[in-house]
């Protein structure tokens, strides 16, 4: 457990599905990230939300829409998504200021 | 943009030194050297992190040579469970949403 919770740890969604992912952390940190890594790829950065604001969306499809109520927790909505969006979907946190970030499990998503 | 160098992968005896080099020779006066390693399936987790001087915590030293155009990450007695991919990072430290971008990394393997 590192301090950042990501639910569910698998999902495996239709492509007309409309599913969430989770992400909570209690580590009081201030910004938090979603992240993408394909088989056999970099991680890839899709979001980044700093005091519940988004500063970043690096040129994510529409399918995928961010949500962060407030500073603990951040969403990933997903629908009408594509087999090619399978992957391991990684939620990080870390403090304005401080030098590390702090991830969470994943999530391993399946699209059929 | 990662910005730095890795060897794809490497092999380590168990119980011998791993020690897993990384050149940056473009780093900024501002930019600090992160290592951050992710086992199979996992999210990734820091380990450690320098500017000019060479660094130890409890999980290894890092190595940095006098120009910053490279840096070593040793993990002094290797397990089996240090088998994973080990990302060096170069980025600046500043206030607010701290964007990390991740390469390929060394994929290490500890050989019984």
């Known amino acids: 457990e590192t301090g950042v919770t990501q639910t569910p740890r698998h999902l495996v969604m239709g492509m007309t599905n409309k599913k969430s992912l989770k992400c909570e952390q209690h580590l009081g940190h201030n910004a938090m990230y979603w992240y993408k890594q394909s088989a056999k790829k970099p991680l890839e950065l899709m979001f980044v939300?700093?005091?519940?604001?988004?500063?970043e969306n690096n040129s994510v499809p529409s399918r995928f829409s961010p949500e962060c109520p407030n500073s603990s927790h951040l969403f990933l909505h997903l629908h009408t998504l594509q087999p090619e969006d399978s992957a391991l979907y990684l939620c990080?946190?870390?403090?304005?200021?401080?030098?590390?970030?702090?991830f969470g499990s994943g999530t391993r998503l399946t699209v059929v | 943009d990662a910005k730095t160098t890795q060897p794809p992968s490497m092999d380590c005896a168990e119980g011998r030194a791993a020690n897993l080099p990384c050149n940056h020779s473009?780093?900024?006066?501002?930019?600090?050297v992160y290592w951050y390693r992710q086992i199979h399936s996992q999210g990734p987790q820091y380990i450690i992190h320098g500017l000019k001087n060479n660094e130890t915590n409890e999980m290894a030293s890092l190595i940095i040579t006098e120009d910053r155009k490279s840096s070593t990450l040793i993990l002094p007695h290797a397990t089996l469970r240090d088998t994973a991919v080990y990302y060096c990072?170069?980025?600046?430290?500043?206030?607010?949403?701290?964007?990390?971008?991740f390469g390929t990394g060394t994929r290490l393997t500890v050989i019984p």
């Open positions: 990072i170069v980025r600046p430290h500043q206030t607010g949403a701290n964007n990390l971008f």
């Open positions: 990080a946190s870390s403090q304005d200021g401080g030098y590390g970030y702090t």
């Open positions: 939300y700093s005091l519940e604001e988004r500063v």
């Open positions: 473009t780093i900024s006066g501002n930019e600090y």
